[in-house]
């Protein structure tokens, strides 16, 4: 899927994300929240790169934030893949074929519907005090900080991804040349 100096470029954007997380996001707190670059990340490189490379670098981005919670490892793969999945799924379909104009507004509404589905999957799976009214607070942090960070995410990753032939911010047609098939 990746050649071997894009899967480099990748792992220099995953790890610097991770640092910058740890290090400087998770020290500002604003509602009690604080912003989460990590889950910007597969929403942002699906709205680029389309629904497998956005479950891709969810599956990976997710691996290295379950470093930083305490939930279940896993948990942040698992749901930062199927938001990546389906954000670029939906720009894809038919429904979000005008949504390229809305790229900003897209990222910060995938990251709030992935913290939003991340809250959801932790209480399913048994974590205590994560379905509150607090959750409301977090999901407009996250949101709001995602749609800041867009415009840089968007650049950083069509550097990361440059080697990439489906690399584009335009309706992609299947291989064949045909979407009536």
Same mark, same amino acid.
């Given at each position: ?10 792992? @220099? +954007?995953?790890?610097?994300s ?5 290090v400087?996001? !998770?020290? @500002?707190v604003i ?6 670059l990590? @889950? ?5 490189? /699906?709205i +680029?790169?389309? /629904? ?6 969810g ?17 942040? %793969?698992?749901?930062? /893949?199927? +938001? ?7 720009? !894809?379909?038919p ?5 390229? !104009? %809305? ?13 939003f589905?991340?809250?959801?999957? %932790?209480?399913?799976v048994g974590?205590?005090? @994560?379905?509150? /009214?607090?959750?409301?607070? +977090?999901?407009?942090v ?7 960070? %867009?415009?840089?995410l ?5 550097w990361?991804?440059?080697g ?18």
């Amino acid at each position: 899927m990746f050649e071997d100096l894009t899967w480099l470029k990748v792992a @220099i +954007v995953l790890g610097l994300s991770l640092v910058l997380q740890d290090v400087l996001l !998770n020290q @500002i707190v604003i509602l009690g929240a604080h912003p989460d670059l990590m @889950i910007a990340l597969p929403v942002s490189v /699906a709205i +680029v790169a389309g /629904a497998e490379i956005g479950a891709v670098i969810g599956f990976l981005a997710g691996g290295a934030a379950d470093l930083l919670v305490s939930t279940p490892f896993g948990l942040s %793969a698992f749901v930062f /893949a199927l +938001v990546g999945y389906l954000v670029g799924a939906f720009v !894809n379909s038919p429904l979000g074929h005008d949504f390229y !104009n %809305a790229r900003l507004s897209g990222t910060g509404l995938g990251a709030l519907f992935g913290t939003f589905c991340f809250a959801l999957t %932790a209480a399913l799976v048994g974590q205590p005090g @994560i379905l509150t /009214a607090h959750l409301l607070s +977090v999901m407009v942090v996250v949101g709001v900080s995602a749609f800041v960070f %867009a415009p840089g995410l968007f650049m950083v990753w069509r550097w990361a991804l440059s080697g990439l032939r489906t690399l584009g911010f335009g309706p992609r047609m299947p291989s064949s040349g045909s979407a009536l098939r």
